[in-house]
Structure formats: C-alpha cells, structure tokens
C-alpha cells in the first residue's frame, strides 16, 4: 500500500532515530572513558551521514517548495501582464479613435446644415464593386442620395436604406461620377470611378492647363455633393492625338481602405448654377418698389 518513496523515508527516519537513542545509551552506561570513545568512534560515522542526509532532505524539501512558489508566481506575473498587455492595446485603440473623432468634428465645424457621424461596418468583398455599409440608416434620417463626406474629402453617396444601416457607393466605383473642376485653373469635368482605387477626370477640354498634383475639387452643380470639397489630385494626364478633350487620373485623398468614420450630410449646401443666380438676382430687383 505504500509507496517505495514512502518506504525510503520512513526508513531514513528510523534509522536516524535509531542511531540518537543508541548514542545516548551508550553515553550513560558507558562507565570508562574509552568504552565512551569506542562508542563515538563507532556511531560517529553513522551521525555524520545521517546528518548530512538530514541536511541534503532540508534542502531539497526548501528547494522544492521554492521551485512551487516561484512557477506559481510566474503563472502570476504571465496573467497580469497579458492584462497589461490588452489593456495597452484597449488604450492605444481609444487614443487613436479619440484623434480620429477629433479630426472628424474639426471637420463638422466647416459645414453647414445638419449631420451625421457614422461608423464603417462592411465593406463589399467584391473587387469590382465599390461600397461600405455604415451603422446608421433611416431611423437616424437618412436617404438615398446623400452625400457622405470624411475629413480628407468626398467619399460616396448613399444608394440603399434600411432601418439601422445604409450601403454608400464610394467615388472609386465605375458607377459613381461627380462634377468636379482643377482647383487652379477651375477647367471642369466629369470624376469617374475607377479600378484600383483611383478615379478618371473625364470631359476636359485638351486647351486648359492642367499640372500633375493639381487639386480637383467639387463644383456643387451635380445637385449632390457641396461645393469645394476634395477629390484628390492629378496623378496622371493623357492627351491624344486626336480629339477636344484630355483625360486624367486622380488619385483620392481618402484612404477607403483604413476608412472607419464619416459624416452623412443631411442638408448639404448645394453650389446654384449661374443661370439660378441670375433667375434671383430678376426677383429681387422686380420686387423692389
């Protein structure tokens, strides 16, 4: 029943109780001091392994219940630093999210009219359509054909509505267009999506002049987008050899893949065409006495 470790212990104990009692009988009934010499130089031997042994089973019980300790201690220190380490990464997550949101209200405070801040929660896994859908929908006052904007420029405009979310057409698919115009030289046309993440300036007239790096921008005449509101930059020019126009590609300021919050403009300040301008200046003046 027990054990062959259990067995050497408890033969260990005996023997080196043994080995004391007899050594103190020796000691008292020894009547001469050499019996008592022999009896030391007999027994002697046998105290110092004994002892010994005591010693070397001290410390190894003592080493082994440090050894325990310590693996305790650093399944310990392992869990509270997996702790550290999450809440690190919560800390630098909300850090990073907080300078987002504050770009994104800096941004709020330069447009007009009401709107929404929304968060990206998918995206089309297709390669060949361009879409995001955002957590928020018609319960929070959205419809189709709003535009949706991000601190570095124009992003999409909404196409389908549901109760909580809405799908947006980002400006890089090919069914998506915006009128836009060179911000330096204001030579207008026509920003088509594109594949691989760019878009086409289409509808330029081949006599304006027209810089790699130029800014284009929204004219507001679309009846969608407000005017000014970035499109990206000119990163390439073609002209042919035939033909009245030059196309262009542009690049967007918009990173839509890192893209993670916008603003949905519910009453976006549309730019009035020339001839509207003219039909209010008639007005007033007719309604003037």
Same mark, same amino acid.
């Given at each position: ?14 023997? $080196? ?115 995001? #859908? ?14 949706? =904007? ?6 999409? &405009? ?12 980002? #400006?890089?698919? &090919? ?6 115009? $060179? ?54 020019? =073609? ?43 008639? $007005? ?6």
């Amino acid at each position: 029943m027990f054990s062959k470790k259990m067995l050497l212990i408890i033969g260990m104990i005996l023997f $080196i109780t043994a080995n004391i009692i007899a050594l103190s009988m020796l000691s008292r009934l020894s009547p001469s001091i050499g019996i008592s010499r022999f009896a030391i130089y007999v027994i002697a031997p046998f105290q110092k392994g004994s002892t010994s042994l005591i010693l070397f089973v001290k410390d190894f019980w003592y080493q082994y219940f440090y050894l325990v300790s310590a693996a305790e201690e650093n399944e310990k220190l392992k869990t509270q630093l997996a702790h550290a380490f999450k809440k690190n990464n919560r800390c630098n997550e909300l850090e990073l999210s907080n300078d987002r949101f504050r770009k994104l209200l800096d941004f709020r405070q330069t447009i007009a009219g009401r709107v929404v801040a929304a968060e990206v929660i998918g995206r089309d896994p297709t390669v060949w359509i361009k879409t995001i #859908i955002i957590d928020k929908g018609s319960k929070d006052g959205l419809e189709k054909l709003l535009p949706v =904007v991000a601190p570095e420029g124009i992003v999409g &405009q909404i196409t389908e509505v549901s109760l909580n979310s809405s799908k947006v057409l980002l #400006i890089i698919d &090919q069914n998506s267009s915006v009128d836009g115009l $060179i911000q330096r030289t204001r030579a207008r046309g026509i920003v088509k999506g594109k594949s691989y993440g760019q878009c086409l300036f289409k509808y330029v007239l081949r006599k304006h002049d027209v810089n790699v790096n130029d800014m284009v921008v929204s004219t507001g005449l679309d009846g969608v987008f407000p005017k000014g509101l970035s499109l990206g930059y000119v990163s390439g020019i =073609v002209k042919r050899v035939s033909g009245i126009f030059q196309e262009m590609t542009v690049t967007p300021h918009v990173d839509f893949e890192r893209l993670e919050e916008v603003l949905v403009l519910l009453e976006p300040q549309v730019q009035d065409t020339p001839f509207d301008n003219k039909i209010k200046k008639n $007005i007033k003046i007719k309604k003037q006495p």
